[in-house]
Structures are given as C-alpha cells and as structure tokens.
C-alpha cells in the first residue's frame, strides 16, 4: 500500500519562507523515480488546485499564483519530494497534499499539512 506522508506546514509569517517535504513508502524507489509528484494547494471554501508537479524526466509543471515563488524538488534515494515557497502572501494559505501518480493514471493522496499566512 503506497503511503505519503506530508511535513514541513504552519503558521509562516507573510513574506516568510516555507519548505514542505512529503515521504512515500509503500514503493520502490525505481516506481518513484518513474512516478509524476505533484502538491496542491486547497484554500478554504475552494478547490483543490496544482501548485506545482515534477514527472520522471523532471518536468516541470507550476501553476504558482505568482511565478517563480515555488520550486518543487525530488531526492529519489529518500523518496521523498520538497516544496520550497518564499515571499509568500496570504494567497498561497491552505492545506497542502501531496499526490504521486503512476503510469495509468493509479494514484495516491497524503492527508496534507496545514499553512497558515498570518502575522
């Protein structure tokens, strides 16, 4: 059973920096190497949205609010993919989940982590 654990959220002051980190397990990490990774964003009273994803040639794919404020990355050996944010507003508060998704359109969700922008 593929499991993602999501870490990293919180109360962040605006304009402060967040790096949120999720960890699979359940797979191997040649089936995470070959795996799209992607985070999403929901807002309350909202949907969920994509952040931003990385597939297995490293594409990526960000659907920041505002361009370039979000980097995501992957250490395959620790199966385990980051969401770097800086500069952030009141706009990218929300839970956060993390997705992966395998050849077929099989995914999975984490319970996602709570970030709170707030002085």
């Known amino acids: 059973q593929v499991q993602l654990v999501e870490s990293g959220g919180g109360l962040v002051q605006p304009g402060g920096s967040l790096r949120l980190s999720c960890t699979a397990s359940g797979i191997t990490s040649r089936a995470f190497s070959g795996s799209t990774m992607g985070w999403y964003r929901q807002a309350p009273g909202k949907q969920r949205d994509l952040v931003a994803s990385m597939t297995s040639r490293n594409i990526i794919t960000s659907a920041d609010p505002v361009n370039g404020r979000c980097t995501i990355s992957r250490d395959i050996a620790k199966k385990t993919v980051h969401l770097q944010a800086d500069t952030l507003g009141p706009e990218y508060a929300g839970v956060y989940y993390c997705?992966?998704?395998?050849?077929?359109?099989?995914?999975?969700w984490g319970d996602g982590t709570l970030v709170t922008v707030s002085s």
């Open positions: 997705n992966i998704k395998f050849f077929g359109d099989i995914d999975y």
